[in-house]
Structure formats: structure tokens, C-alpha cells
């Protein structure tokens, strides 16, 4: 028993899921004809070989070529056979053939009510006219009048399918499509006879060319047009930097074509995922497509392909460096992120460009190389947060930290000791930053022994700890410092104090049974006079006014968020205050 297939079901399955759009019939019928001349060359026929499009006022369209064509036996196998191929038998082989699935032919169905097939073949001398319908039925007769050889396909228009029919549409498909095939492409309608691909494709200019092409093709002024070559996918292109910074999560799309005949403008994967500062036009004769023929069967020759494209940038940049340096130095500015993705993968270009890219440091934005020249020990943050808190004061005591919170800038720090062993990259350690202040001494110390223990008492409910230093800038009275750890019990006890009972109990436990309780801590700046004055203040009351004070200020300082008690305890304080000073201002009468 065999299976049976609804024809009309497949044509739906087509137009709905494996084709993007109904357009593609244009694409399958010019594939077609070019693959049916490439095999009458094969046969060293000498002709003038040419694929036509021809409009009827009837909404019928016609598409000539003068390739091969087709015997009985060969229209029984190829157009009555679902799946089956001509080039069946090579798909494995690097040949010249565009199609190689046998299921083209039925997106006609999605444009037509019925497919008419005239065609004479170069091997067997009769003229065959075949006719398919929807419904899975066809016919076969032989025609008393000779054609020449080669095929023409007759569609007529299917109800709301009447744009496909029309001039500009047709002509937009053909450019779109067969724009760059090597057969001349022709449109026709009564007297009018136009050529659709005379344009040299963009992979056979040369660089200056390419840019011009890109100029009044993809309207865009790009900085440079990198050729791409991979002699095992049988591939060329271009790829064009883009004068504009993109985002790292912005979808990449490229153009590419098979053979000539355009594949997709909507291919997303064929480039490593760091190079989305470039936008390609390619041509492959090697890689295997889908059977829809918008993208490419990702195989082991397919990621093989992918590699060498990406190391044929690589190699462009690296060249470019020593060339025009000028332009790389544009490009490094325009492109800094990806440029960041690119050294962060490879060693090579790491060491290529670690130098002139740039950094937000406590002294603000500096090229890597100006940083070098200045420091070999080299200090890093984790995040974001952690260099906001320290960079105002490191910046005061000399110190320099580059902020490690952005994308790859982290992992491009600390691979620096492999550039130079002479250079030391360390990982910031907020809360132990205070040990590059100015200690106090032990008489200063002793003087303010009572001011310490009574914040460590105050402020234990919010895990932070006191400390006394020297630092600049003098008009800051402390400085807040914490790290992951304390960030984490933060929001687990904030999240405690919102949620039910059961849910409380088990964040209590993790917090107090399976993790040892880590402190932040606060360091008081003893060059600061009002908090000099009120570390040494004999009243108890207005010391612990100054601590809770203090506290919530550098909270806020450090763009921490307050948690409920900690609010609360910042208005308290700001309350008091407020009513000492009025009270000390005496009151006016109204």
C-alpha cells in the first residue's frame, strides 16, 4: 500500500510554513530556467542562452528559457513526483545547480489554479505539453508543432493573487531574486523588452567599488568593505562596517546568495556573534540549503565556513591597524563595544587592540594605553555599584580603578598580566578599601573609642561596621562600602519583613543557620571637621543624632536603596535635627 498525498494540502502546507512568501514562485521558476541551461551547456550546445518573464494582459504570465528541457519520461519523474530532481543524484557535489529539492514548482499553485508546461528537450525531439492542477491530476500530449528547445511555463492569475501579475511587482521580484544570476534575465510585455541583472555583484568589486555600491544600493556611507573568501564553502562576499554604533542584542541580518540567486536578505547566522558591527553581501556554491532555500542546513562545512569568515575580519582589522591607522582608530571609537567582544574571544586580537581601547576610570574616560603608562598596578571593580562607591574617593587619594560593570570590561583588566608580566590586575575589594586611607593614630584613636562603639552598636541591625580613617575629599564624612554578600542579606531580610510566615521562617533560616553573616562597613573620614567634632562630642544623644545621621546620608551617597527601617530612621534623624536647629534659631512671633 502506498501513501496518499493531498496535493492542495501540500500547496498550503507551502505557502503557510516552508515559503515566507508567495513571491518566492518567481525565484523557483527563474531557478529553474537557469539550472536547465547550465545543463544544456553541459552538453557543449552553443546558443545564447536567456530566461524571460513575459506579462499577458489575461493575468498571464509566462517564463521561457532555452535550456535542456524536458522528455516524457523526464516531465513523469520531475514534475509528477512530489520531492523528486534533476539534480538528485549530485546534491552531494559542488555543481552548478541552484535547486536541488523537486518541490519548487508547486509554489506556482499558490499564485496559479493551474501550471501549463510546454517543452521540447535537446536529447529527444518532441514537443510535450503538460498540464497540473491542484487537485493532483495532470495530463500529457504531444503537440504537432515543433518549439524550440527549452521550456516555457504558463500561469494564469488565482483570485487575490492579481499584484503578482503586474509589471512592477514582477520586476521587483526578478531584481530582488535574480538580480546577480550569470544567464541573462529578461522582462517582457508586448513591445517593451527590458534586462533585469546587469549589475557586477558586490563580491567581484573591488574595495573602492564595493563602497560605492554600498553607497547607492543600501544607502548607507560605510567605512570600510572587507572582502570575504572561503575556498571550502566556494564563498565570497563583502562585509561593510557600519558607520554607527549597534547594540550587542540587535538582530545581525545579511544578504545572501546561492549560485547568484539570491537565498535570503534575513540571514542572521552566518557570522560569529562579536562581529555585529558588519553587514554582508555573500555568494556560496558549496553550502547546502534548506529545502524552502532561505537558509543554509547548519552541518560541520557549514560552522567550518562560519570561522573563516570570521577570521577573514580579523585579519582586515589587524592589516588596517598598520595601514590606516587612522581609520582604525574611527572605527575602534564608533565600534568599541563589539570591538570589546572581539579581543575578549581571541588572544590575537586582544593584543591588537587592548591598547587602544578606552575605559571609565576614577579619573574618567582613558585609553588602556594612557592608563599603562601611568600605573602597572591596576585595580578593577565587579559591578557597577562597587566603582560608584569608591571612584569619587580613590580618585582623591590617587588611587586609580577602572570600572569593571560594563560588558567584557571586567575579564579585558584582569587578562592584562598575560600582555605584560610586569603588570598587576587587581579585583576591588569595596568594603577592605578603606585600607589604603590614612590611619588615625593611637591617641586619636583612643579619643574617639567611645564614638566607635556606640555606631557598631547602632548600626549592627543593618550589618555594618565603623571605621576611622583620613581621606580626601574633605567635605565627605563617610564613606559606605559593601559587597555581593551584604547586598544579598539586604534584600533577603527586606524580603522577610514583606512576606508570609512560612516563606519568613525559611529566608531566616538561610540567612542565620547557612551562611556565616557578612558586615559592611562605614568609614568615618576624620579629616572632615564636623565629623571630627562629632566623634569627640561629650553628648551621647547628639553622637548617636550624627551616627544615624551620617549613616543614611552616605546610603544615599552610594545610590544604595534604604530599606524600611532604614527610612525610618533617616526621617527620625532628619526630624531631630531640624528641631534642634529651629530651637537654637529662638522663635519669631507671626
Not at 549589475?199 to 564595493?210: F, L
Not at 582623591?396 to 560594563?406: F, H, R
Not at 563617610?478 to 531580610?493: G, I, Q, S
Request: net charge negative.
Amino acid at each position: 500500500m502506498n501513501f496518499q498525498v493531498n496535493l492542495q494540502g501540500m500547496i498550503e502546507l507551502l505557502s503557510k510554513h516552508l515559503y515566507s512568501s508567495p513571491g518566492v514562485f518567481i525565484r523557483e521558476l527563474l531557478q529553474n530556467g537557469v539550472d536547465a541551461i547550465t545543463a544544456r551547456k553541459r552538453l557543449g550546445h552553443r546558443f545564447d542562452a536567456r530566461v524571460t518573464v513575459e506579462i499577458y494582459g489575461s493575468r498571464t504570465i509566462a517564463v521561457h528559457d532555452n535550456g535542456i528541457g524536458l522528455s516524457e519520461s523526464e516531465i513523469q519523474l520531475f514534475l509528477a513526483q512530489i520531492g523528486s530532481t534533476s539534480k538528485r543524484d549530485e546534491m552531494d557535489s559542488a555543481d552548478d545547480y541552484i535547486g536541488q529539492f523537486g518541490v519548487g514548482l508547486l509554489s506556482c499553485f499558490v499564485v496559479s489554479g493551474e501550471i501549463v508546461v510546454i517543452t521540447r528537450s535537446a536529447l529527444e525531439g518532441d514537443t510535450l505539453e503538460w498540464r497540473g492542477r491542484p487537485d493532483g491530476t495532470y495530463s500529457i500530449r504531444k503537440l504537432e508543432k515543433d518549439a524550440p528547445i527549452g521550456t516555457t511555463v504558463f500561469l494564469t492569475c488565482k483570485e487575490g493573487y492579481e499584484d503578482y501579475y503586474e509589471w512592477d511587482r514582477v520586476m521587483e521580484l526578478m531584481s530582488h531574486y535574480g538580480q546577480f544570476l550569470p544567464v541573462p534575465i529578461h522582462l517582457s510585455e508586448g513591445k517593451t523588452d527590458i534586462r533585469i541583472n546587469e549589475e557586477t555583484p558586490p563580491w567581484s568589486m573591488n574595495s573602492s567599488d564595493a563602497l560605492t555600491y554600498g553607497e547607492d544600493h543600501l544607502y548607507q556611507t560605510f567605512l570600510d568593505a572587507i572582502p570575504l573568501k572561503s575556498v571550502i564553502g566556494e564563498l565570497e562576499g563583502v562585509a561593510y562596517i557600519l558607520p554607527y554604533a549597534v547594540s550587542l542584542q540587535a538582530e545581525k541580518k545579511h544578504k545572501v546568495y546561492m549560485k547568484r540567486m539570491l537565498l535570503s536578505d534575513q540571514v542572521n547566522n552566518m557570522l560569529p556573534d562579536w562581529a555585529f558591527f558588519v553587514t554582508c553581501i555573500m555568494n556560496t556554491n558549496g553550502l547546502r540549503p534548506t529545502a524552502s532555500r532561505e537558509s543554509f542546513m547548519e552541518n560541520e562545512l557549514f560552522h567550518t565556513v562560519k570561522d573563516e569568515i570570521g577570521e577573514n575580519i580579523k585579519q582586515h582589522m589587524i592589516q588596517l591597524s598598520e595601514s590606516n591607522p587612522e581609520l582604525f582608530g574611527k572605527i575602534i571609537v564608533i565600534h568599541s563595544a563589539s570591538i570589546k567582544a572581539m579581543a575578549a574571544e581571541d588572544d590575537e586580537l586582544y593584543r591588537l587592540f587592548i591598547r587602544f581601547l578606552s575605559f571609565e576610570t576614577s579619573f574618567g574616560m582613558m585609553k588602556m594605553s594612557d592608563i599603562l603608562e601611568q600605573n602597572k598596578r591596576i585595580v578593577v571593580s565587579s559591578t557597577l555599584d562597587e566603582f560608584r562607591q569608591v571612584a569619587r574617593v580613590a580618585k582623591a587619594q590617587n588611587v586609580m580603578v577602572i570600572n569593571g560593570g560594563y560588558v567584557h570590561d571586567f575579564e579585558l583588566v584582569r587578562k592584562l598580566p598575560a600582555l605584560n608580566e610586569d603588570i598587576e590586575a587587581l579585583v576591588l575589594d569595596p568594603i577592605n578599601f578603606s585600607n589604603v586611607f590614612q590611619s588615625i593614630t593611637p591617641a586619636e584613636h583612643k579619643s574617639i573609642l567611645s564614638f566607635l562603639e556606640l555606631s557598631d552598636q547602632l548600626l549592627a541591625p543593618f550589618q555594618c561596621r565603623s571605621v576611622v580613617k583620613r581621606f580626601e575629599p574633605v567635605d565627605l564624612a563617610a564613606l559606605y562600602n559593601t559587597n555581593d554578600e551584604v547586598n544579598f542579606l539586604r534584600m533577603a531580610e527586606q524580603t522577610k519583613d514583606e512576606a508570609n510566615e512560612l516563606f519568613a521562617n525559611i529566608v531566616d533560616v538561610v540567612i542565620h543557620e547557612l551562611y556565616e553573616v557578612p558586615y559592611a562597613t562605614i568609614c568615618y573620614n576624620f579629616n572632615n571637621p564636623l565629623m571630627q567634632r562629632a566623634m569627640t562630642c561629650q553628648n551621647a544623644d547628639m553622637q548617636k543624632l550624627s551616627i544615624e545621621t551620617v549613616y543614611t546620608q552616605a546610603l544615599l551617597l552610594g545610590q544604595y536603596p534604604l530599606g524600611p527601617e532604614e527610612l525610618k530612621l533617616m526621617n527620625k534623624s532628619f526630624m531631630q535635627v531640624l528641631e534642634i536647629g529651629l530651637s537654637q534659631a529662638g522663635e519669631r512671633e507671626l
